[in-house]
């Protein structure tokens, strides 16, 4: 299995909701990662875990709070979101056999399109 | 600060023909650098990556040359296809993941 899946594909929350993004690999991959993606830009990086501990934040505001329950699985807790916070997410894994957890190719999910009422 | 770039927004080519997107950085320690395709939709799919201690690579019709002395590298489509129409990132992988800008190729048939 190489497929990184992500849940919803879709979400349209308003800002005082909670919801949470799902993200889920069955690679192996001891390193996941949170992307923000706005229209027409690059991927940018939001959160790194590595071995199940966070080891990046790329000073993201505290209205994102991910998660790793365990190797596989990582969440991404959103709560008071703001308009501009609509983007596509992307969920990533990487194989973390080096020192250097992104020292390996990423495996990106298809994303989940968020809309922030 | 450190920064990855392209220098060409938007690539068309004539189906058949050969394309050619190119990728400027900026941090003369990097040392390992990843091209991803974007079709609209989806998550970025890993093309080809090249590290360092490499000026070439080859991949089935795609080809990575990285010039280390002015810090650039490049991404060559053979014989493009309507299939690779799509937005092209490079990345840097030098302590975290940074993509470059991103070029648009378009494919004309």
């Not at chain 1, 990086?45 to 365990?70: D, G, T, W």
């Not at chain 2, 991404?75 to 975290?96: E, H, M, N, R, W």
Request: hydrophobic residues 30%; contains cysteine; proline residues 5%.
């Amino acid at each position: 299995d190489t497929e990184v899946t992500q849940t919803p594909k879709h979400l349209v929350m308003g800002m005082t909701n909670k919801k949470s993004l799902k993200c889920e690999q069955h690679m192996g991959h001891r390193a996941m990662y949170w992307y923000k993606q706005k229209a027409k830009k690059p991927p940018e990086l939001m959160f790194v875990y590595s071995y199940e501990k966070l080891s990046i934040n790329e000073s993201v505001p505290s209205r994102f709070s991910p998660e790793c329950p365990n190797s596989s699985l990582l969440n991404l807790h959103l709560h008071a979101l703001q308009p501009e916070d609509s983007a596509l997410y992307l969920c990533a894994s990487s194989g973390g056999t080096s020192g250097r957890a992104t020292y390996n190719e990423q495996f990106f999910g298809p994303g989940t399109r968020l809309t922030v009422l | 600060g450190e920064s990855v770039g392209l220098h060409l927004p938007t690539l068309s080519v004539q189906e058949g023909d050969n394309s050619i997107i190119n990728c400027a950085y900026s941090n003369s320690a990097s040392d390992y650098f990843i091209w991803y395709k974007q079709e609209s939709g989806k998550g970025p799919q890993f093309i080809i990556d090249i590290r360092s201690n490499m000026d070439k690579r080859q991949g089935q019709r795609v080809t990575v040359l990285l010039n280390k002395t002015v810090k650039h590298l490049s991404l060559q489509i053979a014989a493009t296809q309507p299939g690779d129409s799509a937005v092209y990132f490079c990345a840097d992988t030098y302590q975290k993941v940074t993509f470059g800008t991103g070029t648009k190729l378009q494919v004309i048939p």
